[in-house]
């Protein structure tokens, strides 16, 4: 579905990517985890064009998303939903507004049917009777749900979530894992996230990959990826206190 | 997509190698400001659509209505200086009388379109820098971008639709307006009657004094919208980016319509 063919990008000196090569699998649940300016969001932004890289190619499917312009990457891009780091919601636009702008912007639909939809896919990522507030009005954890609201209202077929707990509490937090992954399977997306966090990564991850001086150390299912014998893993495991998958399994109902 | 990567280059290894570096960034600068210019001209006949039409009158509601009140004072008091200056200096020679030409003169030709173009620049111009760099930082353009919503038609259109008309609207105002406050003074310190200081007013003053401000005062819209949203879009470094972006909107703005209102005086006075 995405494929990363020796991808290689540089801040100035500092190498972030280094020829890395992956393929991510059409209705897997892909995700990146690494300290922080590793490069998880950078190896993101690639597969929606905010970035390009210096070398190598980036694929969606049969298209080659590195070097695509014009109406050929709208079409590319419309295959994709995301949920920003910051939600990026428009300060200006009530929450249902937010939902809806996509479809208004670029389909020539009824406003009734965009309302209809904006409505069900509140309703879907948990939030009801919030369409008329502002979203300064509302929590970070809210923000996250209707920033996900916005991106799967268009009905893409990956949905890349950029750090989609970074700020959140615990509870929120696990709330938002379980929405991912239940998104996942009630929608049959491929998605592709990107977090710090362990915890969420084991527990909803099909496959999890850890990114580090640009390199990935270790690409595998969450079982081998806690059996890695990886320094920097290890490290990883030891600093958020995870030593076992079983209560994480249990906890995200698997 | 407005989006663009910030260019990454090694550090300039001498001062005239910072220097050329400098001059190619405003070179790059500007083409891209004129790019966006040229971008948000092709979605034009979008303005009335469906998708657009609320952002548009919006647009023309917070630059025209919103900006009345300081166009007001602004212009009350620049017609009321050039008058003291003036009245004072022809008591000299005997011509108090000739303020009215003068001030009229002054305003429609200069006064108007350049005191216009820079309360314009630095309320709303550097509002629009602020606005689109905020956007920029909290990854709203990028998400913009990524929904396939066009940035030009979206956000950079309205605002330019609503300073290439209110622009010179808000020019014919002040001119009007400075030109009640002259007769204030010339009533109040001059001892010049209203009568003959209207007299005197249109007199002397031509349909192309009129039509060069208000060609100037669109120019200057332009100018206005193409700097600060372009600005506002290559804002880097969060909250500091943000006040930078905005300060870079009003020096430039104000220089540009410095130096383009100089030649197209120069152009049309010959």
Known sequence: MIRFEQVTKRFGSKVVLDQIDFEIEKGETFVIVGLSGAGKSVSLRHMIRLLTPEAGRVWVGEDCVSEASGTRLQQILSRFGVLFQSSALLQWLNVEDNVCLPLRQTTNRPDDEIRRLAVENLKRVGLEGVGEKMPSDISGGMRKRVGLARAIVTQPEIILYDEPTSGLDPVISRQIDLLIDSLRAQLGVTSVVVTHDLYSALGIGSRVAMLHEGKFVVCGTPEEFIASEHPVVRGFLQAQGIDSLQDIQKAFGK | ?270
């Open chain 2, 1 to 270: 997509m407005i989006t663009r990567e910030s260019q990454n280059y090694d550090p300039p290894v001498n001062p005239v190698a910072a220097l050329g570096r400098r001059v190619i960034e405003a070179c790059q600068g500007s083409g891209r400001a004129l790019l966006l210019l040229l971008g948000a001209i092709t979605q034009l006949p979008y303005m009335f659509s469906r998708k657009n039409r609320a952002d548009v009158m919006l647009q023309l509601y917070t630059v025209g209505i919103k900006s009345l009140g300081i166009v007001s004072v602004v212009g009350i008091f620049t017609g009321m200086i050039l008058a003291i200056q003036m009245g004072l200096a022809l008591r000299m020679v005997g011509q108090e009388g000739q303020i009215g030409t003068l001030v009229t003169n002054g305003m429609l030709r200069e006064m108007g379109p350049f005191m216009t173009g820079l309360v314009i620049a630095a309320s709303v111009g550097s509002a629009i820098a602020a606005q689109m760099g905020t956007m920029t930082v909290s990854e709203e353009i990028a998400a913009l971008d990524v929904m396939n919503i066009s940035v030009e038609r979206y956000l950079v259109m309205p605002r330019l639709v609503a300073l290439a008309i209110m622009t010179p609207m808000l020019t014919i105002y002040m001119d009007l307006i400075g030109i009640v406050g002259g007769c204030v003074v010339g009533a109040t310190m001059l001892g010049v009657s209203p009568e003959a200081y209207w007299d005197n007013a249109f007199r002397y003053s031509y349909n192309k004094d009129l039509y060069v401000g208000v060609l100037k005062a669109f120019i200057f819209g332009l100018i206005i919208v193409s700097v600060s949203c372009y600005q506002g879009f290559s804002t880097k470094e969060g909250a500091v980016g943000v006040g930078r972006a905005t300060r870079r909107t009003v020096i430039v703005s104000f220089l540009l319509i410095l130096m383009l209102g100089y030649f197209v005086t120069r152009l049309w006075y010959q």
